[in-house]
């Protein structure tokens, strides 16, 4: 029977995203936060979070590969 492996940065990444959506939705109702500050934090935000997945995968090839 095949083992599959998950990849770890997955449920961390649902537990960190919670309060960072959290904080979001305030930061979003609060009008004293300069909105074009706040939607580069998002973008770089993202930005982050797609080449960290991007690097987990390729790790993770390498890793069933040689081993």
Do not use: Q, Y
């Not at 537990?15 to 904080?23: D, F, G, I, K, Q």
């Not at 939607?39 to 982050?48: D, H």
């Amino acid at each position: 029977m095949s083992e599959k492996t998950t990849n770890p940065l997955l449920p961390i990444g649902i537990v960190v995203s919670l309060p960072v959506l959290a904080c979001l939705v305030l930061m979003l109702t609060d009008e004293g936060i300069e909105r074009s500050l706040l939607w580069a934090a998002v973008k770089i935000g993202i930005l982050l979070i797609v080449i960290g997945g991007a690097l987990s995968f390729g790790v993770s090839r390498l890793a069933a590969k040689n081993g």
